[in-house]
């Protein structure tokens, strides 16, 4: 095989997943179904982008955030009528890209090598494959430690939550930046106090993200790049500290912008309450919802709904 | 015994534990005499006839390093933690039972009565029930009996006195008993509340199994015995949960190379305070579906959840805390 492929267009097709470039007829549906192109960085377009290859605009599309930003959460992939699986052709154009030299712009995480142990967790937790177990010297001996693929990276933070020795660090959600919100102020008498964990992607309608500056100092929201984020031992801390409930809100199923991450907090917090059940503690404190991009107005329901509970559930005490 | 003034004073004693802390100690074998040779053994009551009066007598801090095992589940326990407590310059928690609550610290999964109604009462292996329980004073023609009382919860030491370090492992590994015993005689202690004769990292950065590589989920969570396991490849690779993620290391892996999973005996590393919590953080990051009724199987397959996450740190848990917080 001579064949060298000679356009861009020809090297995206050829990676797996760039395959059905040309079927796109740059009809939008994909930049109105993406939250990214809504939330964070208007000038993200997934149209724009398979134009530029089609059109052979190679540096444009490296330099174009599209490229980086495309977490592959897929919202986009059922709603395109031509049936492309965008974020694999995204996912071609952003392998060129790191390829020619190009870097991802994204915050990604870090790893403390003094104390990462090389268990590979973090290699299995994540949805991108960007940690991998390396032998390096440090500190004069050889040792095993994760290292992270930072034009992988996602951000996500989900290995963060999952390492457990706290090796693994991102700027704005480490431990200890986390642990530091989890604070209520005390209230009057019968007022529940309540934390509540929102991830960055699960709520669409601006009413609902203005929502959450609303609230009395009663509920304390924490940001979090993805419900993935959160590790079990948080929400004790918070119950420890004597905050009455603790809820985790996370994308709907098949709609998790960092594919498992809802998932997993799913099962982090499902299990935590098997064992409180275990502990004759069981008393619904610690909720997950999963929220979907149709769910407007849900958020506000849940909060209320869980406020309501830790009222009746202060009041019998 | 007028010549041993000069040497170091030595206690060892065993609370709420099942005597493997001492087995341990015994196993020094020739070097259990040189130990003898540089401290004055002064209260050992598993292997010596002191009695508690004996303690009484001594002046306070007279004891210069006290190893205590055992959690604190009875009356006579927690007196002996105050007593040995006030007694002891040193006060080293020795072993699982005393650092973390260990085995015994799973009782804090039930309450004290209902513990007691199964042991004196419900037994498959009771003949019959006669209904007796042991009850902390009993009127008999003779006079009064005290036995100590059963509390709801088991503690650790720390949650019962001021405890000086901390000495993981159920039990300690002999050559760790024997280097932290040399380590105290040399004076040469790390700060207070450190944790001895352990590293920082954990068990994985010792364990020489081939590890998991990306793309591996699991499916399902199997038990030791459901499994013919490789033994040079990582446990979790096999689908069969091991602390060693979550776990120091210091003990050398004697369960892993005997093809067992690591248990977790020996405690946390440094910087995290709810072991069992993080271990169920890292677990469920493995689990491998998208689908709500698998996802609820694979879940499932984990057996005796808070035995599983929290088999040697239950008592020193947040759980084993909101269970008991004052109300």
Known sequence: MNHQPETFADQVRAIPGGEHLEMCYSCGTCVSKCLIQQKVEPEYNPRRLLRMVMMDMREEAFQSPTTWLCSACDLCYPACPQQIHISGVIGAIKQLAIEAGYESPLETVTVDESLCSGCGICVLACPYEAPHLVEKEIAGEMDRVSEVDANKCMGCGICVAACPLGAIARKGVSNEEIVRQIKVKRQKKGVPRLVTFVCDWCLRADDDVSLLESYPDNVRVIHIPCSGRIDPQMALLALRSGIDGVLVCGCAPGECHYKRGTYVSSCKITLLNRMFEQMSIGDGRVRFVQIGTQDRGRIRREVDAMLEYLAAWKEAR | ?327
Not at chain 2, 56 to 78: K, P, Q, V, Y
Not at chain 2, 109 to 119: G, T
Request: glycine share 8%; aromatic share 8%.
């Open chain 2, 1 to 327: 015994m007028a010549e041993s003034n000069t040497k170091p004073k030595f206690a060892f004693y065993w609370a709420a534990s099942c005597g493997g802390c001492e087995i341990t100690v015994t196993e020094l074998g020739m070097r259990l005499v040189d130990a003898g040779d540089l401290v004055d053994i002064v209260f050992w009551p598993c292997a010596m006839d002191f009695k508690y009066e004996d303690v009484e007598a001594m002046a306070d801090g007279e004891i210069d390093f006290c190893f205590f095992n055992g959690a604190i589940r009875t009356s006579e326990n927690e007196d002996l933690a105050k007593l040995l407590r006030r007694k002891s310059k040193v006060l080293v928690a020795f072993g699982s039972c005393a650092h973390e609550g260990c085995i015994p610290g799973l009782a804090n999964l039930y309450d004290a009565e209902s513990i007691l109604e199964r042991v004196y009462n419900t037994v498959p292996s009771l003949d019959e029930s006669r209904g007796t329980r042991p009850v902390p004073l009993s009127k008999v023609p003779e006079g009064e009996i005290h036995i100590p009382s059963f509390y709801d919860q088991v503690k650790t030491l720390a949650q019962t006195v001021d405890v000086d370090y901390f000495m993981p492992g159920c039990p300690p590994v002999v050559d760790q008993v024997w280097n932290v015993f040399q380590l105290i005689l040399s004076g040469q202690l790390p700060p207070k509340g450190s944790v001895i004769g352990a590293d920082a990292k954990t068990n994985c950065d010792v364990c020489p199994r081939q590890k998991v590589q990306s793309g591996m989920r699991i499916k399902e969570f199997k038990r030791p015995h459901e499994v013919e396991l490789d033994p040079d490849l990582c446990f979790l690779a096999q689908g069969v949960i091991c602390y060693g993620p979550a776990t120091r290391a210091g003990c050398g892996l004697p369960c892993i190379q005997g093809n067992m999973p690591c248990r977790g005996c020996y405690g946390p590393p440094e910087g995290v305070v709810d072991q069992g919590a993080k271990l169920l953080s890292a677990i469920a990051a493995l689990i491998d579906t998208d689908e709500p009724e698998e996802l609820q199987s694979i879940m499932d397959s984990i057996v005796d959840l808070v035995g599983t996450c929290y088999r040697f740190s239950l008592a020193d848990s947040i759980l084993s805390e909101l269970k008991y917080k004052k109300r």
